[in-house]
Nanobody
Framework: QVQLVESGGGSVQAGGSLRLTCVGS????????HGWFRQAPGKEREAVAA???????NYTESVKGRFTISKDNAKNTLYLQMNSLNPEDTAVYYC???????????????????WGQGTQVTVSS
């Protein structure tokens, strides 16, 4: 049974930092693309960052230079270090894994891949 379990969300003031963690199980961890997505109230879910099976990374423009995605294949664990947070980063953050990638990010459409349950990140001004 595939599981992705996130932790590390919370509330922080603007300029602060948080680190999200996601532990995966039940699939071939090292062979999958892993990513973080977020969904703010009233908005569509968007890809934030991805780390491919070869270790290469990609970020959406709004988080470049502030967020860092990494993984530890030995621990089946994915991380998202978020620095210089601002209120626009407030959202539910989801980790995801997929064997399919598209334009540098993990592709979760068409039933591909797996999602975590989400963790709330709230940034106050």
């Amino acid at each position: 049974q595939v599981q992705l379990v996130e932790s590390g969300g919370g509330s922080v003031q603007a300029g602060g930092s948080l680190r999200l963690t996601c532990v995966g199980s039940g699939y071939s961890y090292s062979r999958h693309c892993h990513g973080w997505f977020r969904q703010a109230p009233g908005k569509e879910r968007e890809a934030v960052a991805a780390i491919l099976s070869d270790g290469s990374t990609n970020y959406t423009e709004s988080v470049k230079g502030r967020f860092t995605i990494s993984k530890d294949n030995a621990k089946n664990t994915l991380y998202l270090q978020m620095n210089s947070l601002n209120p626009e980063d407030t959202a539910v953050y989801y980790c995801a894994a997929s064997a399919v990638k598209s334009r540098g990010f993990c592709y979760l459409g068409g039933g591909n891949g797996f999602w975590g349950q989400g963790t709330q990140v709230t940034v106050s001004s």
